[in-house]
């Protein structure tokens, strides 16, 4: 079975600068998706970020990007000028893509504050 | 266009009683997934109906837990009895692709379940 971990239960950075969030995962498969979420306090899960495991180009949405280390079983997010709006639990998720249904297996989650 | 909603948004009960979570999917989205955080832990797959047909209940923890999704639209997920190891929060999420598709599950805002 796959797990995800998360070695950071809490990050806090200063706005505007950068913060990266950890993530590993253990698979024995060569083909799956990963993703970062973001539940900001109160309010539903978003998606923030995917990675397919056959891209090697690490994939990147305006502030956010990762690190996709597939040897090493990396997943890193980084937010680049955070804002106090990125304030948040932000989950790292893993998906296969053999297995039935497309369940999520999540990491235990980083609480990222941001302060002013 | 509306999105994933659950309700109720927190429900308090004792021990041995009844509760049915409800969830209401994106309209459209074939698929629907239910998940939990219990304590604080990792968010944990409970189940997944493609239409009205349970695709993939693996993560069910025992017989207490019945989801239902007649017609293919809105799902419940009723606990009884109600054990005080069910307090947490419970995500619904819904989508679109079928499986294998790099798609994006949409959650609702969940419900917070505690159980005296």
């Known amino acids: 079975a796959q797990t995800v971990t998360q070695s950071q239960p809490e990050m806090s950075v200063q706005e505007a600068e950068t913060v990266t969030l950890s993530c590993t995962y253990d698979?024995?498969?060569?083909?799956?998706?990963l993703f970062w979420y973001k539940q900001p306090p109160s309010r539903q899960m978003i998606l923030v970020i995917r990675?397919?495991?056959?891209?090697?180009q690490n994939a990147t949405e305006n502030r956010f990007s990762v690190n996709f280390q597939k040897a090493a079983k990396s997943f890193s997010l980084k937010i680049s000028d955070s804002q106090l709006g990125d304030a948040a639990m932000y989950f790292c998720?893993?998906?296969?893509?053999?297995?039935?249904?497309?369940?999520?297996?999540f990491g235990g989650g980083t609480r990222v504050l941001v302060k002013p | 266009e509306a999105g994933v909603t659950q309700f109720p948004s927190h429900s308090v009960i004792e021990k041995g009683q009844t509760v049915t979570l409800r969830c209401d999917p994106i309209?459209?989205?074939?698929?629907l997934y239910w998940y939990r955080r219990v304590m604080g832990k990792e968010i944990k797959f409970l189940l997944h109906?493609?239409?009205?047909?349970?695709?993939?209940e693996s993560g069910m923890p025992n017989n207490r837990f019945l989801a239902e999704r007649t017609g293919g639209t809105y799902s419940t997920l009723k606990v009884q009895p109600a054990e005080l190891e069910d307090s947490g929060v419970y995500f619904c999420?819904?989508?679109?692709?079928?499986?294998?598709?790099?798609?994006?599950?949409?959650f609702g805002p969940g419900t917070r379940l505690t159980v005296l």
């Open positions: 698979t024995s498969e060569s083909d799956y998706y």
């Open positions: 998720a893993y998906r296969s893509v053999r297995a039935a249904g497309n369940k999520l297996t």
């Open positions: 990675q397919e495991a056959y891209k090697q």
């Open positions: 999420a819904s989508s679109s692709f079928p499986q294998g598709a790099m798609n994006e599950q949409f």
């Open positions: 309209s459209g989205h074939d698929n």
């Open positions: 109906f493609v239409k009205e047909s349970k695709q993939d």
